[in-house]
């Protein structure tokens, strides 16, 4: 149906200034800032613009990655690269951990998945290492209730999201001021679309996970998605694995991200892709599909 | 590639979040599974067509309420642009949003419905677009299908608002009329069969033609943050980030460094590692001094021959968006920019009746939440601002209250 689209590759530089800005304001407003780093694209990118925006000197935060155990290994294998190649620290915490601990409790079925665990371990780590600001690669145009969140978003002691109370941001005028037990998630690319992103990875060069490019998987078929095939999986006896020709549009956990039939082995495949979907991008997050308000909700509760 | 951002005002069902949902529909920025969420949620309403402002409305409290309660921010693209649009919910007690909404936008949108012509609201958006200085202003006068198309009625309501306009506008401020029907699709992408008599442009056609002249504004640069990596290899590497608010600056040129007023040149602009000759408005660099200067974050550098006043006394007009009033003799935090400074409000001078266009001075006592009034307020440290009508991006300020941290309102240097 989008034929007739025509191919505009272009990245507006504006948007990397602006993150750049925001991620500056970030490291002079705070004391103890991360940056949230999943191992995906739009934390790639994230990982980018702090190099860019604190060159000649050093990324002044560490990279946080709250591992669920279910992470694709082509992803942590990345991860540890990323931060070898850019002298960045890297802390990992661990979701194994807090079921260890008895503060979470793996979830059961077929749909079982650790993504609403990974919470508890993130709220657990910034109160260890008291972060009082924490970057994240969310973007406005992922879902209808991330489109109302702030740039600097505040949260309370239990990492809660009120909707209600958020602040106004005025111009270019960041706010983040908190009180004591309070902390802000940041989202310097809020205003960046999937596109935007590709083209950017696409101008900037950037080195990403493998598991974005097409390639041979054992999956399963299920409610008409493909999901890649792991011992994390709980598969119904008629759940047969095959192999298929896929790639990952976006990057979760195995038991939550779904992949695509996809020949595509370049960038250039990958953005010609994008602009003939037919699906959006959280439309392979099998997370999102359990209620209209699933991320809001989410959201309340903490997650990022 | 260039971005427009666009702001969108309107009242309480005049179709703003279909309109904005049919933009999306037909420049095919919206995918085949969110037409098919929407099918189904439309369905659940008992709706028997597809419900457009469901795609926006994403709070679980709207979707209730079937209103807009907070600013969303809405994304599309074209082969010419990106579109950034603001999506300011309409009712009276919204003004805050509003402003939120439309600070950051060169258009705004102001949609009316046609049966009902000019509202109160419609002052306050007229007010508020032309108090930000919005320099574009597209009025949509929707819901046509619903008048029979009719051109006489779209020229009484474009007579009304000129009138608004005409009392409101600044010098340079352009009001553009199109005649729409967002249910239908007429005049949003494609010209409308239903109203041969208009002869401008469809909304769509209206933004891709919209450029601004670019003023020549003067340098401003509020100093970010000091980038100082003490490496062997740069080792006495002093940089000065941030983004340039306005004006441009190049390699060689002096500057003066305020507040301190001492002097050096510019040696050189960096972007990663890249050297560039000179760098314009809303750039983040590096910017690197030939001599030894003390330069710390809230700094400015300018240019000798045109700097802005230290200003420790402001008079400004401001929107109140906090639920504790504004009143006299009160302290605040006052950020301009990345500077700030506390601040005292010495004097509450006047408060505006946005609908009547009057200004009340007597016995003003407090300002409310979503009232705009005139204040002079006092800093302990001088602000580096011009005055907003001159230069926008160096004219306005915020007040944050040191107890609640909230941002409590939007102030902009008279």
């Known amino acids: ?304 | 590639m260039d971005i427009l951002r666009i702001a969108t005002a309107g009242s309480v069902d005049d179709g703003k979040s279909t309109l904005i949902g049919r933009l999306l529909y037909e420049t095919k920025s919206i995918t085949q599974d969110k037409i098919e969420a929407l099918e189904m949620a439309s369905k659940r309403k008992g709706l028997d067509f597809l419900d457009l402002s469901l795609l926006t409305d994403g709070l679980i409290a709207e979707r209730e309420q079937g209103i807009t309660i907070d600013v969303a921010n809405i994304y599309f693209s074209t082969p010419q642009r990106k579109y950034i649009i603001a999506d300011t919910p309409g009712h009276f007690e919204y003004t805050r949003n509003m402003v939120t909404g439309a600070s950051n936008t060169k258009v705004s949108m102001i949609l009316i419905d046609a049966r009902n012509g000019v509202l109160e609201q419609t002052f306050r958006h007229f007010f508020i677009a032309s108090m930000l200085r919005i320099p574009k202003v597209i009025v949509c006068v929707n819901k046509m299908d619903l008048v029979g198309y009719s051109e006489e009625k779209f020229n009484a309501i474009k007579a009304d608002i000129q009138a608004i306009a005409d009392k409101v506008s600044f010098e340079g401020q352009e009001v553009t009329f199109i005649p729409m029907s967002s249910l239908y699709g007429q005049n949003i992408s494609i010209q409308a069969t239903e109203m041969p008599w208009y002869a401008g442009l469809p909304l769509l056609a209206e933004l891709e033609s919209t450029s601004f002249d670019e003023i020549k504004k003067p340098a401003r640069f509020p100093v970010q943050f000091v980038v100082r990596p003490k490496t062997e290899e740069f080792h006495d590497y002093r940089g000065y980030a941030g983004k340039i608010a306005s004006g441009s600056f190049s390699v060689g040129e002096e500057v003066t460094v305020l507040p301190t007023g001492q002097t050096s040149k510019i040696a050189t602009i960096e972007k990663f590692g890249t050297q560039l000759q000179t760098a314009g408005a809303k750039e983040s660099v590096v910017i690197t001094l030939e001599t030894d200067v003390d330069v710390s974050r809230g700094n400015m550098l300018v240019k000798a021959h045109n700097q802005p006043s230290q200003l420790k006394e402001i008079t400004a007009r401001i929107c109140w968006m906090d639920s504790q009033p504004l009143v006299a003799g009160k302290t605040y935090i006052l950020q301009h920019g990345i500077n700030d400074s506390k601040a005292k409000i010495i004097a509450l001078n006047s408060k505006i009746d946005v609908v009547n266009q009057d200004t009340i001075v007597d016995a003003v006592s407090e300002l409310k939440l979503n009232e705009i009034g005139e204040i002079t307020l006092k800093t302990a440290k001088p602000i580096f601002a011009d005055k907003y009508a001159d230069n926008p991006a160096n004219g306005a300020f915020i007040l944050i209250d040191d107890q609640t941290n909230s941002t409590a309102g939007v102030g902009f240097v008279l």
Not at chain 1, 257 to 272: C, Q, R, Y
């Open chain 1, 1 to 304: 149906m989008n034929s007739d689209i025509p191919k505009h590759g272009f990245f507006p530089r504006e948007l990397e200034d602006e993150a750049i800005y925001i991620l500056r304001e970030v490291a002079a407003q705070f004391e103890k800032p991360a940056l949230m780093f999943s191992g995906g694209k739009d934390s790639i990118t994230l990982v980018r613009l702090a190099q860019k925006a604190f060159y000649p000197g050093k990324i002044p935060f560490p990279l946080i990655h709250v591992d669920t155990g279910h992470n694709f290994p082509e992803t942590v294998e990345f991860r540890d690269w990323l931060a070898k190649e850019t002298g960045a620290e890297l802390i990992v915490r661990y979701v194994q951990d807090s079921i260890n601990q008895g503060k979470v409790k793996e979830e059961t079925g077929k749909y079982a998945s650790r993504n609403a665990l990974q919470t508890v371990t993130l709220l657990d780590a910034i109160e260890e290492f008291k972060f009082d600001a924490c970057i994240g690669g969310a973007r406005r145009d992922e879902e209808k209730a991330r489109a109302k969140e702030r740039i600097f978003s505040v949260r309370d002691d239990f990492g809660q999201w009120d909707s209600k109370r958020q602040r106004p941001e005025l111009f270019d005028m960041l706010n983040g001021r908190i009180a004591i037990g309070e902390n802000v998630r940041v989202f310097p690319i809020s205003n960046w679309t999937e596109l935007d992103v590709w083209n950017y990875i696409k101008e900037e060069e950037m080195a990403i996970p493998s598991i974005y490019y097409s390639h041979q998987r054992q999956v399963i078929e299920r409610d008409g998605m493909l999901w890649a095939d792991s011992e994390h999986l709980n598969k119904d006896a008629d759940e047969i694995p095959f192999e298929a020709t896929v790639r990952f549009r976006t990057v979760g956990d195995m038991t939550c991200t779904a992949a695509v039939a996809s020949e595509a082995v370049e960038l250039d495949d990958i953005i010609g892709e994008i602009l003939s979907a037919e699906i959006s991008e959280r439309g392979a997050r099998i997370d999102d599909k359990r209620s209209e308000a699933a991320m809001e909700k989410r959201k309340q509760q903490g997650y990022f």
